[in-house]
């Protein structure tokens, strides 16, 4: 059974740039939540979404959106991107919004 | 709100020593917790959990006590593998109906090298 997958793995992007992270959960799996992962912060809870729908959001400006397809596969976008967006951006996955027992790679996104 | 405190590391363990990681909690209500390990290169992966007080959660000798009195949750391994080094990170979910909506705030992780 394959794991939480995202793409791509690594990205350099320059201020004021947007970017678009992608991440396929676990076959069956409907939840996909989205973590910032950074030396300062920690790991940050971004959203969650559930069948298409955004169920749960953290503290995080307008700049970070999400969405979810029919297939469960979600993607997030950062517009306008500042310096302070360089992270690694986890994802992971669940049947329904329990307990999230796998997370993928990750994509580390770095602003010049 | 929520928040978790770790121990501050790094820390650095000989092949069988004794390990472990502190782990306190805030937060209102019931929450479930848990111990997520990261290793280089790699995503976080469950190691335990526990969603009531006096709940043990145990995997690959690792294990951590949910103490509600103390709100603490430590993880504790009683020998070491070289294999063991990772980032640990302790975690909490507030308790929503039976789903937590993926959203966990977790600790600021700990570093583990164990030398041979």
């Known amino acids: 059974k394959a794991g939480v997958t995202q793409t791509p793995r690594y990205l350099i992007k320059t201020r004021g740039q947007q970017v678009t992270l992608s991440c396929s959960p676990i076959?069956?799996?409907?939840?996909v939540s989205w973590y910032q992962q950074t030396p300062g912060q920690g790991l940050q809870f971004l959203f969650e979404y559930f069948s298409e729908t955004q169920r749960n959001k953290g503290n995080f400006p307008g700049r970070f959106s999400g969405r979810q397809f029919s297939n469960s596969r979600s993607e997030m976008n950062v517009s306008t991107l500042e310096l302070g967006d360089s992270a690694l951006y986890l994802c992971?996955?669940?049947?329904?919004?329990?307990?999230?027992?796998?997370f993928g790679p990750g994509t580390r996104l770095l602003v010049l | 709100g929520n928040s978790v405190t770790q121990m501050e590391g790094p820390v650095t363990l000989s092949e069988e020593a004794f390990l472990t990681i502190n782990c306190t909690y805030t937060?209102?209500?019931?929450?479930?917790l848990f111990w997520y390990v990261q290793y280089p290169g790699e995503g976080l992966q469950l190691l335990l959990k526990a969603t009531k007080a006096d709940d043990k959660g145990s995997n690959k000798g690792f294990e951590a006590t949910y103490r509600k009195e103390t709100t603490s949750f430590h993880l504790e391994k009683g020998s070491v593998q070289v294999s063991d080094s990772a980032v640990y990170f302790c975690a909490l979910s507030p308790t929503s109906g039976g789903t937590s909506y993926g959203k966990l705030t977790f600790g600021q992780g700990t570093i583990l090298t164990v030398h041979p």
């Open positions: 937060a209102t209500g019931y929450p479930s």
């Open positions: 992971a996955s669940s049947l329904d919004g329990g307990v999230l027992e796998y």
């Open positions: 076959s069956g799996h409907r939840s």
